[in-house]
């Protein structure tokens, strides 16, 4: 047993995991990298449906979005609308068995609507990261956390924390 964690006796609902199926490291990071570059930075949705699997989902979606790759394309596609210069760079790349973690940065320029609201013409950086499960090769499941409030903050649409 790993330090920290104790012997309990399994139960009929615990998830019992082996290796057999799992992706390589590269594989993953290489479709991952891929993923950024061709769909996120370039904005070519299209290589989505060739890196996700058709049943995907994405748990950290836009509310109202679909949670799935057509979701995900329709994001992008506003996302490209509104920081036309958007730029992301990989950061951070961790791969085990079927999981893949990377942290990123986004850079761009709102120079469109954003979610409804007016072009700034300021210049932004978002940092965040994404967890995804792996499925042969192809993406199976995302969740990501992104730093949302400090975007809007770069924005001027949200007030910034106090000064001390």
Request: hydrophobic share 35%.
């Amino acid at each position: 047993t790993a330090p920290g964690y104790s012997q309990r006796p399994r139960r009929e609902h615990d998830i019992v995991r082996t290796t057999e199926g799992w992706p390589s490291v590269t594989t993953s990071k290489e479709l991952y990298r891929r993923w950024i570059d061709e769909a996120w930075t370039e904005g070519n949705v299209d290589v989505l449906d060739d890196m996700n699997t058709p049943d995907f989902v994405d748990h950290s979606g836009l509310p109202g979005a679909s949670p799935d790759t057509a979701g995900m394309k329709q994001f992008i596609v506003g996302l490209h609308t509104a920081f036309s210069d958007v730029a992301f760079t990989v950061e951070d790349l961790v791969a085990e068995g079927d999981r893949l973690v990377g942290r990123w940065v986004m850079r761009g320029t709102n120079t469109g609507s954003f979610n409804g609201m007016p072009a700034t013409g300021r210049p932004v950086t978002l940092s965040g990261f994404d967890l995804l499960r792996v499925e042969g090769d192809r993406f199976a499941e995302v969740w990501h956390v992104e730093d949302i409030a400090g975007m809007l903050q770069q924005l001027g649409v949200m007030p910034g924390p106090p000064s001390p």
